[in-house]
């Protein structure tokens, strides 16, 4: 079991958290990571919706068209550019999910 490490908050700071959902500075600051990252992957979930609106497929399908060749476009300059985002999205949306399930664990069962 890892050591727990014990930090200090200016009481400005606390006080700021008083409105927060949650019992413990502990509990309020979990919360809002678990708040931030929900809302990354949200902004992340509409930016690739863009991509399968535009392109009519998700992005695996869309790789796999990109390989064989049938991306109409797929050597144009915003296609390529298209290709890359929308692939650096996915492993964006990824990183949040993890992020996110790793947040739901119990602080007590993440200490074990």
Known sequence: MEPQERISFPKRITQRL???EG????D???NLAKQSA?????ECNDRISRFESRYGRAFPDFKLAWERGEVR???EYRTEIDFI???ALEQEKEHWLAEIRHLQVPVSAAQK
């Open 85 to 87: 985002e929308w692939e």
């Open 23 to 26: 019992k413990t500075v502990e």
């Open 18 to 20: 008083r409105g927060f």
């Open 73 to 75: 476009g797929n050597h």
């Open 38 to 42: 929900s809302a990354n992957l949200r």
């Open 28 to 30: 309020k600051i979990l």
